[in-house]
């Protein structure tokens, strides 16, 4: 009898813990499989075969750089908004972007348009030393904390006009620009390396075109890659470039 009561005691005991383990399915698991399903369908689904960018986007908890309401929405194929009318490019975008760096390792990349700091968390996360610039003081304040607290110590991020770039640790390797200028700024020209490639957007507001330049024998060689939609870039009195 004695035994009975312990084995019926142990069933409801056991009952009960995975009950509400159900119950509290951990939701870092949820997000980590709806990453996958992004990885998957809308990067390799698609044209996105580097392995190091594949791995960094499995990686990167994007639901983190999106605000607590909108968690759900964050492996969705789009863009989100992040506040001060500004958005986190589709994660296809990112990886499209980060694919045409064709980061090596220890390369020095500098970002225009910090945003959220997602774009700037991939290209660490993939090996670069990253310095980004964001000209919404809010906006850079948060991506820097945020991506202090993820450990992603391999980033600086300014808070200031991107179009002037960041001559003191230049020349780099890499220049990916988030935001759309109506012209190819002139000093970012002049920082990227020898060799050095530019990802950028062109054409001001509404849609613009996805440029690659690289400088070879310090000759700027531009390629047009696909037509794609950024907020204009802005000079610190809010008028576009
Ligand atoms: N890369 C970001 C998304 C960028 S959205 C991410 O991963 O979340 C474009 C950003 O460019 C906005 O935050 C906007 O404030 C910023 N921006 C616009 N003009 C700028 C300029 N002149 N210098 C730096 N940042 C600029």
Redesign the pocket.
């Known amino acids: 009898m004695r035994i009975i009561k312990i084995i019926l005691g142990l069933s409801i005991l056991a009952g009960v813990i995975t009950q509400s383990c159900v119950l509290a399915a951990d939701p870092d698991d949820i997000f980590e499989k709806q990453r996958l399903k992004m990885v998957n369908e809308q990067l390799r689904g698609r044209d996105i075969d580097d392995p190091d960018v594949l791995s960094a986007m499995t990686e990167v908890p994007r639901h983190l750089?999106v605000t607590e309401g909108i968690r759900d929405l964050a492996y969705q194929d789009g863009p989100l908004p992040?506040g001060?009318d500004?958005?986190?490019?589709q994660p296809y975008i990112?990886a499209l972007m980060s694919q045409l760096l064709a980061l090596k390792p220890g390369d020095r990349i500098l970002?225009?348009?910090?945003?959220?700091?997602?774009?700037?968390a991939v290209l660490a996360q993939i090996g670069a030393e990253v310095f980004t610039?964001?000209?919404?003081t809010a906006?850079g304040n948060q991506a820097k904390t945020l991506l202090n607290q993820l450990g992603y110590d391999r980033v600086g991020v300014k808070i200031g006009?991107?179009?002037l770039g960041w001559p003191e640790y230049g020349p780099f390797n890499g220049i990916i620009v988030?935001?759309a200028p109506t012209r190819i700024p002139e000093p970012l020209k002049e920082q990227l390396a020898e060799g050095g490639r530019m990802v950028i957007p062109v054409g001001g507001s509404g849609f613009q075109q996805l440029f690659l330049l690289t400088k070879k024998n310090g000759k700027i060689i531009q390629e047009k890659i696909i037509d794609v939609r950024?907020?204009p870039?802005?000079?610190e009195k809010g008028k576009t470039?």
């Open positions: 750089f992040i001060y500004q958005t986190i490019s990112v970002e225009i348009g910090t945003g959220s700091g997602y774009q700037a610039i964001e000209i919404v906006l006009d991107g179009y988030t935001c950024f907020v870039m802005v000079d470039y």
